[in-house]
């Protein structure tokens, strides 16, 4: 008896095995299957969202904003390709998070790149500088950020076309000590203001 009831099991398995071997091979139909394993990606590197840039009128000038109009900053404790911010300095000055694009019709004069965070997130740069925005602006066009000091170094709204202003005088250890080689004026007249 336990030797029929095993044929008739193994005899069930060979048949179900040949079935599905079948429906792999040549079956224009779609076969019922279960959907792929979920993969672990690192964050935002495979599927990187765009950070779309464009300049607004304030009282600094001409700077550079994000699509809704809020201003961008840059931090001068950071490197070409290093973030210094992060934790509640993140907080306070959220990095723009994605690859930068120009809005349409707009002409950048900078360069636009970007930095991978130590999240593994792509932050948005211009001209080298990592791109940040600043809690304190809850209007478009606020640059309340600019010059501040904070988390180790200074704020600087990207203001473009513009001349060197006051934030040339900044002190030797918190302002631009050549770390992206753009302290002073950037030339060309593509990132101006603070650089």
Known sequence: MTTLINRRVLTAIGAA???LAAAACGSSAPAASTPPPATTAAPAATAASAVVLKTAHTSLGMVLTDGAGFTVYWFAADSATTSACSGACAAAWPPLIGIPQAAFGVKLGGKLGEIMRSSGQMQATYDGHPLYLFAGDTSPGEVNGNGVNGFGALWWAIKIGASTT????????TGNSGSTGTSGSSGGGSGGGSW
């Open 166 to 173: 006051a934030s040339t005088t900044h002190s030797g250890n």
């Open 17 to 19: 095995c040949l079935a």
